[in-house]
């Protein structure tokens, strides 16, 4: 038990529709981070909120955004959906906005894109 | 080349052997961190070190920072300890991320 919860923990949706994943953190984790993980690959970095703010992106295009709440809630929010979009989506947050302290993940949210 | 490659990608051991997985980096790192995953997706954080030698239970991990390099090593293997392990790190610029090697697949035979 991490205390990061994600939902839905699975989801199908069509090419072209918006998705909303949702990722809840631990009190007190002024960080959290997402990451997409392929099948049979490792995690990669989407975007980090920090207080509230983006502290850092990685490579995926302007349609992945996101938003992080006062009350250590977070969205990933995706439009116009594509077949690639469908991975798992996982959430992690830590108290550091570094990585100099542990992160704690979610049990992810499996997006499949039909 | 990937920043961060693991080996080996599959590792197939009896119950109770000694496991070894082995994790190198190409950049430098403020720290590495060593998760599993299990069927299903969920991550758990087993480690996260900056030098020396940490261990937990049957689980021990090093790090060589002058070689970039780092182990996870299983004494008495189990079945249950049959997951996905992976190496992460962050780096010493940009600290906002981790970056993830592949991953290695262990199955703890009975």
């Known amino acids: 038990e991490t205390g990061v919860t994600q939902s839905p923990t699975h989801l199908i949706k069509t090419r072209g529709q918006q998705v909303t994943l949702r990722c809840s953190s631990q009190s007190g984790h002024n960080t959290v981070s997402w990451y997409q993980q392929a099948l049979g690959q490792g995690p990669q970095f989407i975007f980090q909120?920090?207080?509230?703010?983006?502290?850092g992106r990685g490579n995926f295009p302007p349609r992945f955004s996101g938003l992080q709440f006062p009350n250590y809630s977070s969205e990933l929010n995706v439009n116009a959906l594509e077949l690639d979009d469908s991975a798992l989506y996982l959430c992690?947050?830590?108290?550091?906005?570094?990585?100099?302290?542990?992160?704690?993940f979610g049990q992810g949210t499996r997006l499949t894109v039909v | 080349k990937n920043e961060v490659e693991q080996s080996p990608q599959n590792l197939t051991a009896q119950e109770g052997e000694f496991i070894t997985i082995n994790c190198s980096y190409s950049?430098?790192?403020?720290?590495l961190h060593w998760l599993q995953q299990h069927p299903g997706g969920g991550i758990v954080s087993l480690f996260m070190?900056?030098?020396g030698k940490k261990k937990h239970g049957r689980l021990i991990a090093t790090i060589n920072i002058q070689e970039k390099h780092s182990s996870l090593h299983i004494t008495a293997s189990h079945p249950r300890d049959s997951a996905v392990y992976i190496c992460?790190?962050?780096?010493?610029?940009?600290?906002?991320?981790?970056?993830f090697g592949t991953g290695t697949r262990l199955t703890i035979i009975p």
């Open positions: 992690a947050s830590s108290v550091d906005r570094t990585m100099n302290t542990e992160a704690f």
């Open positions: 992460a790190v962050g780096a010493n610029f940009g600290n906002e991320k981790l970056t």
């Open positions: 950049v430098g790192i403020s720290a």
């Open positions: 909120y920090y207080r509230e703010e983006e502290n």
């Open positions: 070190l900056s030098s």
